[in-house]
C-alpha cells in the first residue's frame, strides 16, 4: 500500500511538471492566445484596480500579510517545532519542500527571464522576473504543508472540509492579487501552483521512498501525544475536584 501512495505521488509529480514545462514553453515562445489572455486579464484588473481604491488595499494587505518572507518563516517556525517533539523526518521533509521551492522558483526565473507587465499608471511595483510568482508558488507550498501537518489532529469532517475551503481561498487569493496589482501574469500564477504541486509530490515522494510510513507515523504520534496529554489532564482534574 505505501508502495502504491509512493508512486502516486512520482506520478503526480510527472504529471504536474509536464504540464509546467508546456506552459514554460508557451511562455518563452510568447505564443499568441497566451499573450492575448494575459494582457486581457491584467488590462480588465488593472482598471478596476485604479477605481477600486479599497478593493486595491485589501489586495494590498493580503499579498503583504501573505508574502513569501512571512509563510517561509512560518514554515522555519514549523520545522524547528516538528524537529524539537522529535518528528525528525517529518521536519527534514518540511524543510526540503521550503528549500526546493525556493530553489526552484529562483532558477527558473531567471532562465525564463521573463519581464514583468507594464501597464499606465502602476498601483503596484515588484523587482525581479516574472515567471513563476513566488507568492502563488511558496503560498500554494507552504499553506497545503501545514495542512497536511494539521490533518491528523483534524478528526471531523467538517472540520477537514473546512480547512481544505479556506487553504484553497487563501492560495487562490495570493494568486488573484498579484494579477490585480499588476505585478504578474495570469499565466506566471499558474506555474507558480503547477511547480508548487511538484515540488510537494516530489519531494513527499522521496521522503517516504527513503523512509517509509515514517513520516506519516510521526506526524499521527504528536496527535496521540496531544491526545494523551489532555486525557492526564482531565483525569488530573476529576482527582482533584472537591466534589
Known sequence: MRWRESWQ????????LAIFGVLGALVQTRWGSLAHVDTSIDQSLHTAALHQTAWTASMRLITTVLSPTVL????????????????????????ACGVVQAALELGVKEAVARPRPLLPQPVSTATGWSFPSGHAMTSATVIPLLVIVAWPHLRRRATRTVTVGVAAVLVFLVGWTRIGLGVHW?????GGWLLAG??????????????????DAELHRLTTRASQRVQRRQVQGRDTDPS
Do not use: E, H
Not at 87 to 92: K, T, V
Open 9 to 16: 505521488l512520482w506520478a503526480g509529480a510527472g504529471a504536474f
Open 72 to 95: 517561509r518563516v512560518l514554515l522555519g517556525v514549523l520545522v524547528v517545532w516538528l524537529w524539537w517533539r522529535g518528528a525528525r523526518i517529518a521536519a527534514l521533509w518540511a524543510a
Open 186 to 190: 495570469p499565466s506566471d500564477i499558474l
Open 198 to 215: 511538484f515540488t510537494l509530490c516530489a519531494v513527499t515522494a522521496a521522503v517516504d521512498t527513503w523512509r517509509p510510513t515514517m513520516r
